[in-house]
């Protein structure tokens, strides 16, 4: 059976301080070097589950009632074929307060757009404007399953129905570059492996951490 009709089924029967630029050269047997790197990891996270986990309580914006967000991005990861940089020095410069608060509508907050600049975006070598820039190209090339969108209740599904609905949906998606992550049973994220140039591939081993079973996806509300 297909996999979006698999969720219908189921929904009919219910009726997720700046790094100082270095003076001397970069030790280029160290992981953490700018523009060194062979890959990235788009991550998409359920803000429902998050609302529901830490967000709501924390008073996150994303998590107001009536906002009815499904997936937001948490970050574009730049990713070595075993393991992934992280913190990397570099000379660029940081993002302002109002470039960060501008992918407010992607990632859910200015913060976690900061946040995720200085941890992976300053890995990927790039400017902040062209990293976040690509960080929206990469979200948008990716077809979300209306289905998942439209949850009226909260759904226990296998976790292999999710990734198939994902590659229905995007037929050049791999099955090994696309992983459904979970914590306390629950839908935590989809990440889709992809080149420099956002085709998709496959994910390292270390990337393919598949839940097993069925978990909970929570309803956007």
């Known amino acids: 059976m297909r996999p979006l009709i698999v969720l219908a089924a189921a929904l009919a029967a219910l009726a997720c301080p700046p790094a100082l630029a270095q003076t001397a050269a970069p030790d280029l047997d160290r992981q953490d070097v700018a523009g060194r790197f062979d890959h990235y990891v788009l991550s998409l996270s359920w803000s429902p589950a998050w609302c529901a986990r830490e967000g709501a309580e924390s008073g996150a914006r ?29 000379a660029r410069p940081d993002p302002s307060r109002r470039e960060t608060a501008a992918m407010a509508d992607l990632m859910g907050s200015g913060g976690l757009a900061w946040y995720q600049w200085k941890k992976h975006g300053r890995c990927s070598g790039l400017p902040a404007q062209d990293y976040f820039a690509l960080t929206r190209r990469a979200a948008a090339a990716i077809r979300l399953p209306e289905t998942l969108a439209r949850l009226p209740r909260d759904i226990t599904l ?9 590659i229905e949906a995007n037929p050049a998606l791999r099955r090994d570059g696309i992983t459904v992550t979970c914590r306390s049973r629950s839908l935590q994220e989809i990440r889709i492996c992809l080149s420099k140039d956002l085709t998709p591939r496959a994910c390292g081993p270390d990337a393919q951490r598949d839940c097993k079973g069925s978990i909970l996806i929570p309803a956007p509300r």
């Open 62 to 90: 994303q998590c107001a009632p009536g906002r009815r967000l499904g997936f937001t991005v948490h970050g574009l990861w730049p990713q070595h074929e075993t393991g992934w940089p992280a913190d990397c020095p570099s």
């Open 158 to 166: 296998p976790a292999s129905v999710i990734e198939d609905a994902f």
